[in-house]
């Protein structure tokens, strides 16, 4: 489980993206609206190095989102993720 955060759209993302933070976007059939995250880079890779599933669960205002990652944005020339998008399951 990775604890992420809702992104404020106003927030600079050069700046979230320099703090430590991936953008992403959960979305899905049983949700009103998308929703837009940031998550902490560490994190995000201590998950990744251990598990090879695609199928993650997300914890976004103290509420369980059971997630399958669609696609990963990535920027070899930075070493870093860009952006993760989020399908949600549940």
């Not at 976007?25 to 837009?36: D, F, K, M, R, V």
């Not at 995250?37 to 190095?49: C, N, V």
């Amino acid at each position: 489980m990775i604890k992420v955060y809702s992104r404020n759209l106003n927030e600079k993302n050069k700046i979230l993206k320099k703090s430590g933070y991936i953008l992403g976007i959960i979305y899905g059939p049983n949700l009103e609206n998308t929703i837009p995250i940031k998550i902490p880079k560490t994190s995000f890779l201590r998950y990744i190095e251990n598990n090879k599933s695609l199928n993650i669960d997300l914890l976004l205002d103290n509420e369980v989102k059971s997630c399958t990652i669609t696609e990963i944005q990535s920027q070899p020339a930075f070493d870093g993720y860009m952006h993760i998008s989020f399908k949600c399951i549940d």
